[in-house]
């Protein structure tokens, strides 16, 4: 604290020794120290790249060059700030499910239809393209502004990265679906990252923008600016806060260098040193430095408190419930029940409709027609961040795992967005009970991505009870272990069941689905075909034809 | 005649959209290289057409010959020695996705320097078959007439090779799933290298046939990209009919803004229809959705 502080301090003096071209390549520096942060904001944890920063720098500038004859400065900013924010919000509200690439060139899109916009406004309307700015603002202040917003960026981040806010930014960026399956609300998440890191951008543009005593569409919203700040934001490290710095220093120097030297071979030398960089440094200067281990102390016995619902009625309850995609009908007409504390099976052939039946309940699919309640509350449409947060968790057929956290963190993720969250060292001393609980106890800190397939599913299951659920659905959990794990496996879901979690179990080892389940659902090509305790409806004529086929087996 | 101007006019622009975007599907599709530096290889060959044209007396047309398997042979070259290290670390295809357009933008640079340094900043162009026909009561000089064909004939030899012979079938099996290609005996990276040197010799003949009509300078290539890759991603990736069909829209609904409302907000209404898209069916026009 009292480094960083002692930092600021000297950083702040620089001005005051310095002048002219120093204090230029000064506001260079910060200019794009903030500009680099606050794209990692957004852009580090979910892996969204955005190429809108120029759109953002070019609102908070051209907010200044109309509005800085009428308002006090002050007001001038906070007017940049809202209407960046504000930007922000609308396209972030309609794009932000956008993925990959598609977000890159939506961005990239989304910069030049304003700058368009503006130029058109500019010529039919003001009848000028470009706007003089006549604000008495010295180059001094104009670096202790940007230096106060690099501040503020830093401090956001900072606290940004310690919050519940950082971490579902991190499991989004792994896995969006695991991310609303253990309750967190995706769009929201985003669209708050992507408007704070929008905030700062325009600040930057509108601090910037009395440099230029004269502004154009083509200087204020020129791509290049937005190309610039991804580069240097990944060559640093946009995993972590101070990556981008790491990028922004050595690029400006360079940028500064090839400019003075070699005007005619700007272009190829920059372009031959990005390649370079990009060869030598995969994950940025930040990925050479090496992680940090977590301390800890011995985990503490604590368990789960999840307690049976005194609720006679079903827990759970499908009525009619139908799903096609496109002429395949995965659902049909189906309706079952769960009571509290039961182990419910859905058996079936493959392709009968089992996994899509788990996509209805835990929101990832929509169904058609029919209903769902939950504790007789429909759910039926919900979001599946929303069912999460009422207390259904479940597993993935194919293991979903967050691939760049610590089996921990995996589970950590369960606490922070259920309904009453578990957040600190309460929630880390839980979390390592809760490895220890599905047999995952030592391996706490291994990524998760190390362990062995089994393990990824123990994991699995312990990011979904962390959740605190009523109801877990597990999709074919029980699959490819060997007879020993199976035993464990089998003792262990018994063991669920009897602290009073309702289970729907998905399943094809025959074996797990007599010795556990209460009753079985059993389905062929989407609909019900029969329904009642596992030795009963193993008997009947129309289960056997469907999984032996046959005339008359 | 208003709507036929629109229309011709629309057509021809739309038809090299569609074959420039028809080389990025194969480049970004198959060998998922998002290549950034796109159009900045549509306006070498577009000058290299212009130089032969001005220095030798080649007329464009013979100039694709010359052009067209030489860019062949560059991008091929490209693909194995500068973007082959990045393919053999990537463990993911998002990661390509990123590395590559990382490495493809400093491809730019080098590729837009090396024109800088040799042509300078200025517009070219030049006159050839600059011959003014009527057709259906519009007016239309040869050339265009004459880019539009031949880019139908090629984008529609390469369509009938993708989707008849067997080496188009390994490179649409490769688009749809590489590890699967592989198991099938597909040599996954000599298919994509191969479709990322024919995306790169389609791009070569879209820039000498546009050359014949259009001014050019070397800072023009990221237009072309972004075009592109708009045409791409609004005809889903990877699929050759939508691409050809949001060519055409694209051509059409440019040439149409420009003449009814305002030349100025041509590219606004690019981007704008792109967005709209996008909003509607975020995996493009014809893209199949995720799950």
């Keep these: 604290m009292l480094g960083a502080a002692v930092l600021v301090a000297l950083v702040a003096a620089f001005p005051l020794v310095a002048s002219g071209y120093h204090l230029a390549l000064g506001i260079s520096i910060l200019h794009f120290a903030v500009l680099a942060t606050a794209w990692a904001l957004f852009s580090g944890p979910t892996r969204l790249i955005s190429l809108a920063t120029v759109a953002f720098f070019g609102i908070g500038a051209y907010t200044v060059a109309v509005l800085h004859e009428t308002l006090p400065w002050l007001a001038v900013l906070a007017a940049a700030g809202a209407i960046g924010v504000a930007v922000a919000l609308l396209v972030g509200i309609s794009t932000l499910r956008l993925s990959g690439i598609y977000f890159v060139i939506f961005t990239f899109g989304l910069s030049e239809l304003i700058r368009q916009l503006v130029t058109w406004y500019e010529v039919n309307v003001h009848r000028s393209v470009g706007r003089y700015i006549f604000a008495s603002v010295s180059q001094r202040e104009i670096y202790w502004q940007l230096l106060a917003l690099a501040v503020a960026v830093f401090v956001v981040g900072w606290l940004v990265a310690r919050s519940r806010l950082g971490l579902a930014s991190r499991v989004i960026g792994d896995d969006e679906t695991v991310a609303r399956h253990a309750g967190i609300d995706a769009t929201r998440t985003k669209l708050t990252l992507f408007a704070v890191s929008a905030l700062f951008m325009s600040l930057t543009g509108a601090v910037m923008a009395p440099r230029w005593t004269y502004i154009d569409p083509n200087i204020v919203f020129n791509p290049l600016l937005s190309f610039e700040v991804v580069i240097m934001a990944l060559f640093g490290g946009a995993g972590v806060l101070l990556g981008p710095l790491l990028g922004v220093v050595p690029f400006v120097l360079l940028f500064e260098l090839l400019s003075a030297n070699f005007p005619n071979y700007f272009s190829i030398l920059l372009g031959v040193v990005f390649m370079v960089i990009v060869y030598a440094l995969p994950r940025g200067v930040a990925g050479l430095l090496p992680r940090r281990e977590a301390k800890r102390t011995a985990p503490e016995p604590a368990q789960p408190a999840a307690q049976a619902e005194a609720n006679p009625g079903a827990l759970l309850e499908a009525t009619s419930l139908r799903k096609a995609f496109g002429g395949l009908v995965a659902v049909d007409d189906l309706s079952f029940a769960a009571k509290p504390g039961e182990i419910l099976g859905l058996v079936g052939p493959n392709g009968s409709g089992k996994t899509t039946v788990l996509n209805l309940i835990s929101g990832a699919l929509a169904a058609d027609r029919g209903t769902l309640t939950l504790d007789g509350q429909p759910i039926a449409g919900l979001g599946a961040h929303r069912i999460a947060k009422l207390g259904v968790a479940r597993t993935f057929q194919l293991v979903r795992v967050l691939d760049s956290m610590s089996a921990l963190e995996n589970v950590r993720v369960g606490f922070a967005f259920r309904r009453d969250p578990l957040w600190g060292a309460r929630a880390e001393a839980e979390a390592l009970a809760l490895l220890t609980r599905v047999g995952l106890a030592g391996k706490a800190d291994l990524p998760a991505t190390q362990l062995t397939y089994i393990d990824q599913k123990r994991l699995e299951l312990a990011r979904a009870l962390a959740s605190e659920p009523k109801l877990l659905l597990l999709d074919e959990w029980l699959a490819g272990l060997n007879p020993t794990e199976l035993g464990e496996g089998i003792a262990l879901v018994r063991s669920l069941r009897n602290s009073g979690i309702t289970i729907v179990l998905v399943e094809h080892v025959m074996d797990a689905i007599r010795s556990l389940a209460d009753r079985c659902v059993v389905m062929n090509a989407g609909r019900r075909i029969a329904d009642g305790p596992p030795a009963a409806v193993f008997a009947e004529r129309e289960v056997v034809r469907a999984y032996l086929g046959g005339a008359d087996a | ?291």
């Design chain 2, 1 to 291: 005649m208003l709507a036929v101007d629109i229309l011709l006019a629309g057509l021809v622009l739309g038809g090299m959209y569609a074959l420039t975007a028809l080389g990025l599907t194969l480049q970004y599709g198959v060998a998922r290289i998002m290549n950034l530096s796109y159009g900045e290889f549509l306006v070498a060959a577009a000058l290299v057409a212009y130089s032969l044209y001005t220095g030798l007396a080649m007329s464009p047309l013979i100039g694709l010959i010359v052009v067209v398997p030489a860019a062949f042979v560059l991008n091929w070259a490209i693909y194995h020695v500068l973007l082959m290290p990045l393919v053999r670390r990537a463990r993911t295809r998002d990661v390509l996705e990123v590395d590559s357009i990382l490495a493809t933008f400093g491809l730019l640079f080098i590729v837009q320097g090396i024109a800088l340094v040799i042509f300078g900043g200025q517009y070219y162009s030049y006159t050839f078959l600059s011959i003014p026909v009527s057709v259906l009561g519009s007016t239309i000089a040869v050339n265009r007439l004459v880019a539009l064909l031949f880019a139908a004939a090629i984008g529609l030899a390469i369509y009938v090779a993708l989707m008849r012979t067997r080496s188009g079938t390994a490179l649409r099996a490769v688009a749809v799933d590489p590890v699967a290609a592989g198991l099938v005996a597909i040599d996954v990276k000599r298919a994509s290298g191969f479709a990322f040197a024919l995306g790169g010799a389609l791009v070569a003949a879209g820039g000498v046939l546009v050359s014949m009509f259009l001014t050019f300078n070397t800072a023009m290539g990221v237009v072309f990209t972004m075009k592109a890759l708009i045409v791409v991603i609004m005809g889903g990736v990877g699929n050759m009919l939508g691409a050809l069909i949001a060519g055409l829209l694209l051509g059409i609904g440019e040439t149409a803004v420009a003449r009814l409302v305002d030349p100025g907000l041509t590219l606004a209404a690019t981007y704008a229809l792109f967005l709209a898209v996008l909003l509607v069916r975020p995996t493009g026009l014809f893209g199949r959705s995720a799950r």
